[in-house]
């Protein structure tokens, strides 16, 4: 049984480095980064299901995540590939 769709969806990657300072007090800190950094991605997919017995499909799948943001070079982009068993009742 074969199958194709895409994926789009975003969020976004947040980082605090505090550098001086107490964690269990509630004064405000003078010496930390805070780095909010949105993205934005898109991941066409192609697979297939092959059944092996009516309760356990064999799937082979494939996609490549790729970004629409601007400036991201934290997120993985390229091809993935999935090999798994599925269980049906």
């Known amino acids: 049984m074969p199958y194709i769709g895409v994926t789009v969806g975003g969020g976004a990657c947040t980082t605090l480095l505090m550098f ?3 964690r269990t007090d509630w004064q ?3 010496n930390a980064v805070f780095h909010k950094q949105p993205f934005m991605a898109i991941d066409p ?3 297939c ?3 092996i017995t009516k309760s ?3 799937t082979l799948k494939a996609d ?3 970004s ?3 400036g991201n070079l934290l997120m993985p982009i ?3 590939f999935y090999f798994g068993c599925i269980f049906y009742h």
């Open 28 to 30: 405000p800190e003078h």
């Open 78 to 80: 390229g091809p993935r």
């Open 56 to 58: 356990v499909h064999l």
């Open 64 to 66: 490549c995540l790729n």
């Open 20 to 22: 001086d300072g107490d």
């Open 68 to 70: 629409i943001s601007n």
């Open 49 to 51: 299901d092959f059944i």
């Open 45 to 47: 997919f192609i697979g």
